[in-house]
């Protein structure tokens, strides 16, 4: 056995016949820390999405300080201008996933999320010296667009690349890469928010500091090589065996060449995917299950990450120190899903997000009871955690339940539900935060996640270990 290889794993050098097929030489990589690099510098676009995404609850206040954002019947659109600020967010995430993402099945995945990160970096400046809320708002919903090609394109790529019993520990230390941006964006908006530097308000500060750091990760990643899995596809196969080539140089494993049978099985695939493909009777349910569960989730996950300030707020804190608190609570975001990655691919992604929501609705009741701000930021930290916990397992899992032709398709239109979902469970979060306050804003998203443990638990496959192409 070579030395580079994982325990368990034959080399290829001395299985050439079982190693030639694309997706064995795929399964044999070993977890070296070449591969790990790999996926850290994939996950780093995702880095200044959710930074811009998280955004949201913490420049708001800025907004409102500088009276560019007004509450309730004040606000452009006759509603809280935060919420008409989340709901654009969402629209264009909607937007992006269902009608754009789908692209990257036609055009591959490293050129549609090359296209989307610098959508996102060039509104995100525009937006940044804007002084009306309509025009923020407008800006914010052209960004959103470009969140939801990105953050589907990642995804869809990282489920390609990586070994069959690496997915879930590849997207828990994705998301931990991705999730360091949680607390950044917390700590710089206390910092910065409540300060005006060289004439320009902190809230203007943070969203600059997101725009031109994905510029600079847009260069970093432009040498990236396209899917291998896609190109096999294409029917382009020398170039997806080149591309895997390349991965096993960078794990430190000898090379190993297709055979011609399989080049010439590869030659004769032609992609057909087409949106009616994703309700074909083998996919059908699991589209479905996948529609709901998204709609669900995005009100735990995001009612709570984006109006996190808000709610904190609604229990006595300071504008200043409900940021301060945030920042503490989303700490469990990078430190959730780096714990996570050290069991993620012992259990079942569906049990996973099972048992994560199933967490998000014992420390959510609780959060609703506290009023002590140590035990407001505990709670707040353990439903932060489950979110973690909760968000690289469904990512994983959406991924695997559907081939490769139709994968991005398939995904964008399931994920871009829980876009849709949140552009209207913003604003009935801003409702039920006047009406009924921070507990009737947890009770309904503590319902939305029994909802989702009750969809994935009955109705969702399983995938562990399973080759992407099997399942």
């Known amino acids: 056995m070579s030395e580079a290889c ?51 609850g913490y420049i708001s206040s800025g907004l409102i300080s500088e009276n560019i954002f007004h509450l309730g019947e004040l606000g452009v659109f006759g ?53 009306q809320a309509e025009w923020i708002i407008f800006c914010r919903f052209l960004v959103g667009v470009g969140l939801g090609i990105e953050l589907v394109t990642i995804d869809t790529y990282l489920s390609e690349c990586v070994p069959s019993r690496l997915r879930s520990k590849a997207f828990a230390f994705a998301f931990f890469v991705q999730f360091l941006s949680v607390p950044a964006v917390a700590l710089m908006s206390w910092w910065l928010v409540p300060q005006t530097i060289l004439g320009l308000t902190g809230w203007r500060w943070v969203v600059i500091a997101g725009a031109v750091c994905s510029m600079v990760i847009w260069l970093v990643r432009k040498n990236l090589p396209e899917s291998p899995r896609w190109l096999a596809q294409q029917g382009r196969h020398q170039e997806a065996h080149q591309v895997v080539s390349g991965l096993e140089i960078r794990c430190g494993v000898p090379v190993t060449a297709p055979s011609l049978a399989e080049m010439e099985t590869a ?26 569960m998204n709609i669900f989730q995005a009100i735990g996950f995001f009612g709570f990450g984006n109006w996190l300030p808000a709610l904190l707020s609604g229990k006595g804190a300071s504008i200043t120190h409900s940021l301060l608190y945030a920042f503490f609570i989303t700490l469990a975001y990078p430190l959730g899903s780096l714990i996570c990655s050290r069991y993620a691919d012992k259990i079942e992604n569906k049990w996973q997000i099972v048992l994560s929501s199933l967490m998000t609705v014992i420390f959510g009741t609780l959060f609703a009871l506290q009023t002590n701000p140590l035990l407001l930021i505990i709670c707040g930290f353990c439903i932060t955690y489950s979110n973690a916990w909760l968000t ?40 039920i935060l006047q009406v009924a306050g921070t507990q009737g804003v947890v009770a309904f998203i503590v319902v939305s996640m029994l909802i989702v443990m009750l969809t994935i638990g009955i109705f969702g496959p399983k995938t562990r270990g399973i080759n992407l192409d099997d399942i």
């Open 392 to 431: 690289f397992s469904y990512h994983a899992y959406q991924t695997e339940v559907f081939p490769t032709f139709i994968r991005a398709r398939a995904v964008g239109f399931c994920y871009s539900f829980s876009r849709l979902s949140t552009v209207f469970s913003s604003i009935i979060i801003g409702m």
């Open 79 to 131: 509603i809280s201008d935060q919420a008409a600020f989340a709901s654009a967010t969402f629209l264009g995430l909607f937007l992006g996933a269902s009608l754009l993402a789908p692209h990257a099945d036609r055009f591959g995945r490293r050129m549609t999320f090359m296209f989307a990160l610098a959508w996102y970096g060039c509104f995100s400046m525009l937006m940044a010296f804007q002084n």
């Open 6 to 56: 994982a325990p368990g794993i034959p080399s290829p050098q001395n299985n050439p016949i079982k190693y030639n097929k694309l997706s064995d030489r795929l399964d044999a990589l070993p977890a070296t820390a070449g591969l790990w690099r790999f996926i850290a510098l994939l996950s780093l676009g995702g880095f200044f999405e959710l930074y811009d995404l998280f955004q949201t």
């Open 267 to 292: 030659a004769t695939q032609k992609p057909q995917g087409r949106f009616r493909d994703i309700w074909r009777p083998e996919y059908r349910q699991r589209t479905l299950m996948l529609v709901v």
